[in-house]
């Protein structure tokens, strides 16, 4: 059962809508086309730097200083050319992920995609709430008190019937992560390595092993992830991009995987700073703890607050994906425009979603390292079926027609990305389910 | 953004997305399945041997932690 969220003509004419702007340069107008338009491309990316990718690249940086920064660079197409895929798609139908791989692939494969989005979109809302109990503890605050804060302001945030207060909020949100620049500043990375391991891909000192290999995949992975296909095409239905929106929304998406890539970069120079001074550390948080003893109180509190923003991030864009999912499929009103009592199921699925993963972590001795790696498993399961239905929906000329279908030189882009993608998640996921199959790891 | 004129002026009118008139968008309600041409069939093959191969692989961890099978 799959329902149309459109928006039909009656609720727009009883909508009170505001008046158009008037503007005299047509370079105006596009700025402020790009203006409305911008957001969606933006929160998709940066929510992906949530405290997983936090923990992932200081470790990167802690372990290997500044070269793997080369990886981050590889990266930045192969994320921009995933996600463009997503704004077509969502721009043509009008319709999200979850609801095309049912119209279209039937419904055993409609439902073995949405359970596992939903799987593993929790289990990551878990280690979110993980996060932000570690960093208020580092901060003096109670997480029996900080983490239920956060678990009702994280639902409150959605609850307000406008789409745009939600964005313009995460979007103030994703560029508050500006701050992860002044602390990569402050920790004096040497610009010249920064320089050289960015641009020239390096080799760890002492030759391949298997434990710098899964650090590479798990980044891959870290920077590519199922629930951003899910996400971006119902935020971009949601928000009802126009066909002739497509150029700002590929521009907004290009700008959210440029700012997301530099922050991932400035959050493996904060872990190079650990490196440099030969420190081990079980977390990120401890490792900001070590930093302040070094550098003030400011820089510490300051990754602190940065992890905790992180994590709130992801938990807003993870628990949305899973809830626009389910509403798409079940034939429930999804959108963020429609009031509570509007779309109930909606926002039934988004808190459920975030209440149940703050319950979890605040319950002494819950199985959290059981959780990461079932993530990580289950992520390695999720990635490559849901782009090799991306990848065949965007060559499906029946629903794209030729404007909004891949191109030969797409597919060709693609088609490489997914082969790759599906090698390194198979590596990783056999690494965690096997690990006495790669010696050293 | 829609070019108009008044008064021998040119304006440009723009209007944000969920202000403006709802466009029709491509249909997609009674489509029906995709069409199984030979790129799909082969993908859906792959991704098939695919979660096999991992469910395979997550049995035989389960197995072994559950200590039915040494390893």
Redesign the interface.
Known sequence: MVANNRTTLDDCRTAVRPEPIRVSSPWAARALTFLMVFGPGLIVMEADNDAGAVSTYVQAGAQYGTHLLWLLLLLLPITYFVQEMVVRLGIATGQGHAAMIYRRFGKWWGRFSLADLLLVNFLTLVTEFAAIALALAKLGVDPRLGVPVSAIGLTALVLTGSYRRWERIVVFLCLLDLAWFAIAFRVHPAMGDVARHTLLPSLPIGGLNASWLFLVIAIVGTTIAPWQLFFQQSCVADKRLRFSDLTSARLDTLIGAVFTILVAGCMMLAGNAAFERHWNFADPALMAVQLGAVFGPILKNGLLLLMINAAVLGTTTISLASAWAYGEVRGWPHSLQKPVREAPGFYAVYAACVITAAGLVLIPGAPLQLIILSVQVLAGLMLPSAIIFLQLLLNDKEVLGERFANRRWNNLVNWSIVILLFVLSLLLAAQVALPKLFPNS | ?T?TTEYD???????????????A??E??N?????ITT??RV??Y??RA??L??SG??G??VLQLAGIIR?
Do not use: C, N, Q, W
Request: glycine share 4%.
């Open positions: 953004m070019a002026r040119k304006f440009y009118i723009v209007v944000h997305p969920l202000d403006d008139e709802p466009e968008k491509v997609t309600e489509l029906g399945p995709m069409r790129t799909v993908s859906l792959a991704l695919y979660l191969l991992m692989m997550l035989y961890r390893g």
